[in-house]
């Protein structure tokens, strides 16, 4: 197991189109955390997981955008309708625990043209 | 959530030391105190963490004020490598459940 894996690295998409993006955890990890982040900002809290559970989600997280984790495995992380404001790099994290350290996968770049 | 002051940007040379401050006077006796860092177009990535006493790792130290109200990292010997945004983040067993980044220190390392 090499770390967090996310797919795609890169994705080009017209406006109001859907988007989904997938995040591989570490294995063992049963939390799994979304960021996105914008050029120049901090990576920004969208929602996390426990398990299979979806514990908390940020304002941040319209109605057009839903993640889920199935089984616990990985994630996926889809946008509805997509607008430009959405064009950022959507991070990915893992953990075993809350206050254990979090691995980063190298995140999906969401272009929105 | 408990908030933390760090400097915008900070500059250092090659082969020096280098300390970065963190002030975190409303942190809880339950809050660890997290370092992570961001290279140029990578996601974070986990320098170090401690709660009371300091902590040395392969990475970095980290010094803990004994009021716990500050926090100070220190690289020991500065890379060109080490250049990076560096966040510190309170993160415990109340409050927050997630990691809460700020603007983080831009890292400047001159050859």
């Known amino acids: 197991d090499t770390g967090v894996s996310q797919d795609p690295r890169h994705k080009i998409t017209k406006r109001g189109q859907n988007v989904t993006f997938r995040c591989d955890p570490i294995s063992e990890h049963n939390r799994l955390y979304w960021y996105r982040q914008t050029l120049g900002q901090g990576p920004e809290f969208l929602t996390y997981?426990?398990?299979?559970?979806?514990?908390?989600k940020s304002r941040l997280l319209s109605d057009r955008f839903s993640a889920e984790r199935p089984k616990g495995s990985f994630s996926t992380l889809e946008i509805q309708r997509t607008e430009q404001g959405d064009s950022a790099m959507y991070l990915c994290a893992s953990s075993l625990a809350r206050v254990t350290e979090a691995f980063f996968g190298q995140g999906t770049r969401l272009t929105v043209v | 959530d408990a908030k933390t002051t760090q400097p915008n940007s900070m500059e250092s040379n090659e082969e020096e030391p280098v300390h970065l401050p963190c002030n975190h006077s409303t942190i809880s006796g339950t809050d660890y105190i997290h370092w992570y860092r961001q290279l140029p177009s990578q996601g974070p990535e986990y320098v170090i963490h401690g709660l009371t006493s300091n902590v040395n790792n392969r990475m970095a130290s980290l010094a803990i004020a004994e009021d716990r109200k500050s926090s100070t990292l220190i690289l020991h010997r500065a890379t060109l490598r080490d250049a990076a945004v560096y966040y510190c983040?309170?993160?415990?067993?109340?409050?927050?459940?997630?990691?809460?980044f700020g603007q983080g220190t831009r890292l400047t390392i001159n050859p």
């Open positions: 997981f426990q398990n299979e559970a979806q514990l908390e």
């Open positions: 983040i309170l993160l415990g067993f109340q409050g927050a459940q997630k990691l809460v």
